[in-house]
């Protein structure tokens, strides 16, 4: 296969980096972490997007804003270890090795009060 970039060409032996998913165990986790906050109000909807190594949980508010909140699971270059991330629409809140290390701080953080 030829991949041509602009004026450069290179080839492309077949190999391409692993898709990144969530696995059945991790999408439960964030999907319990999810219902909780959709119980009371704060969350109405989510996204996942599965890139070149990467896939992404987003939740929103409501669907026509930008996420409140992205998990990240990313593969570490040159292993078959992945990087959890929290960001929020700023900055990266929490990192780890382990995504219940993520959640446990997403469930700490401060929560919408309806009156």
């Known amino acids: 296969m030829l991949i041509i970039n602009g004026s450069t060409q290179q080839q492309n032996h077949g190999k391409r980096p692993k898709t990144g998913y969530f696995n059945r165990g991790e999408l439960s986790m ?11 109000g704060e969350w109405r909807d989510y996204a996942l997007d599965h890139l070149e190594g990467a896939a992404f949980f987003s939740i929103f508010r409501s669907s026509h804003e930008q996420p409140l909140y992205t998990i990240e699971k990313k593969r570490l270059k040159g292993n078959d270890r992945w990087l959890f991330i929290l960001r929020d629409r700023r900055k ?17 953080l401060p929560r919408l009060v309806n009156n």
């Open 92 to 108: 990266n809140l929490r990192q780890g090795a382990r995504l219940s290390d993520i959640l446990d701080y997403l469930n700490n």
């Open 30 to 40: 964030i999907l319990n972490t999810y219902s909780t906050r959709v119980a009371s």
